[in-house]
């Protein structure tokens, strides 16, 4: 009889050790998935303002129609529907790469610089990659708590019982678009100094109206 009682209590346990668990899976992915749909929302606000930084830049640059082209379709891309945090973050080091060429198009032409309208879509931008940036380093930690107990025993074994799985980073893993340079989008007023020179990818010619660059030190 008292075996009973102690199999019994055991398993009770086991029960009560399964249901904390599964409560506890079940939070982690809603936190997951909230702190995603935060970084949607900002990824949403940015595909929004490029269409009139582009056609603000238009205005004073006609003839790079190439550079728009590219920046069009790197947004599109971004917005195509179904696509997951990992993808998404591949999509948007594309778009983040064709919009630092778009700003070293920009550079290049003072009264642009100049142009309230102008000034204010790159603050907006800057605020909204700033959100962006914050968002992501939010959902990366829940992300990796999520997928560390997925991979941990004994709560492997309710995550394999009721098909939790690890979720995705939001990051990008293509090697080409880690090394694209991060832009600068801080914001140039009427009293700050001369922008800095956009940085251009590794082998990419220079950003019209740039000075060349200095020869290379004689070696020793």
């Known amino acids: 009889m008292t075996a009973l009682w102690i199999v019994l209590g055991v398993i009770a346990l086991l029960a009560i050790a399964t249901v904390v668990s599964y409560n506890r899976f079940v939070q982690q992915r809603n936190v997951v ?40 379709r790197a947004r599109s891309a971004a917005m195509a529907p179904g696509a997951g945090p990992a993808q998404q973050a591949a999509q948007e080091g594309v778009l983040g790469a064709a919009l630092g060429r778009l700003f070293a198009v920009a550079e290049a032409y003072p009264q642009l ?19 962006i940036a914050a968002g ?22 309710v995550a394999s019982i009721f098909h939790f ?46 000075p060349p660059a200095p020869p290379a030190p004689p070696s020793p």
């Open 33 to 72: 998935q909230e702190s995603w749909r935060q970084i949607d929302v900002e990824l949403t606000r940015r595909h929004d303002l490029i269409p009139n930084l582009v056609e603000t830049v238009k205005g004073y640059a006609t003839h790079e129609r190439e550079v728009f082209e590219e920046v069009a």
């Open 113 to 131: 610089q100049a142009n309230q309208g102008f000034l204010a879509l790159q603050q907006q931008l800057t605020e909204t990659e700033d959100r």
């Open 136 to 157: 992501r380093r939010f959902y990366n930690a829940n992300v990796r708590a999520l997928n560390v107990r997925v991979e941990s025993f004994p709560s492997a074994i």
């Open 165 to 210: 799985t690890k979720a995705e980073y939001f990051e990008a893993n293509d090697p080409e678009v880690r090394a694209v340079p991060t832009v600068d989008f801080g914001t140039a007023g009427p009293s700050a100094g001369p922008a800095a020179p956009a940085v251009s990818a590794p082998g990419a010619p220079p950003s019209p109206g740039a």
